[in-house]
């Protein structure tokens, strides 16, 4: 396994013996087969004493953004396995909140949303995360929030600044990939400098025609069809009959 006695130590939870290595001076840079440092393991096995002693040594600087073999930093590992409180330490000892992990490019906070653990998503926005940041094919948190269809993880990060407007690399904005209507409302609610009006904005019964104050839109009362509208609301989340669903695309 290419383990270190260090890495032993970790995964045993015996933090006075990795004190005693490190006195010894022990490299906590070391990888093992995973491309794993001692640090990561703390991550993934939720060793917070062990933690703790690895960053009270001044060699550990070197190590916080070290990428294992699955392109994930220790912060990384920390918000996938869902352990906020190794998330905060990690934090407070100068690792990147906005970090990105080496396969998709995604951010803590995408993997926060992915998870679907909103006490990290309100912990990674609440140590000012770039909530705009955008993974490799330019998806960002409110891309796979709505994707996914959470509706009030989708209302915290417009809440936070998300921009509704950005577009991933296939041109789909978070309301294009929406999951259902009850995301696309709350995008369309928040409103950006692409969207009408939310308090004009409504979506017939029949989720085709567009409606101002419960009258006809003025495009359509012109004759347009509701296809060359450019705000509609596809209930089949597709962007048009040749292209299959929309969702998240991740490479």
Known sequence: ?????????????????????????????????????????????????????????????????????????????????????????????????????VKSGQSPLMHAVESNNADLVHFLIENRCDVNSQSYSGNTALHIACGRGQVDTARLLLKSGADSSLKNYHNDTPVMVAKNKKIADVLRGRGSKHVRDPHTLLISPHGSNYMENGSPSSSQSRGSSPSSTPHTFHNSASHSPKTPPAQVHYY
Request: glycine content about 4%.
């Open 1 to 101: 396994l290419r383990q270190t006695p260090l890495h032993l130590a970790v995964i045993t939870k015996q933090s006075n013996m990795v004190d005693v290595l490190l006195q010894a001076r022990a490299d906590p840079s070391v990888l093992d087969r995973h491309g794993q440092t001692a640090i990561h393991l703390c991550c993934e096995y939720d060793q917070r004493e062990c933690l703790s002693v690895l960053l009270s040594f001044p060699s550990f600087s070197s190590c916080l953004e070290i990428r294992n073999f699955e392109g994930l930093s220790p912060l990384h590992l920390a918000v996938l396995h869902g352990h906020q409180d190794l998330a905060k330490m990690l934090l407070d000892a100068g690792a990147d909140i906005n970090a990105m992990d």
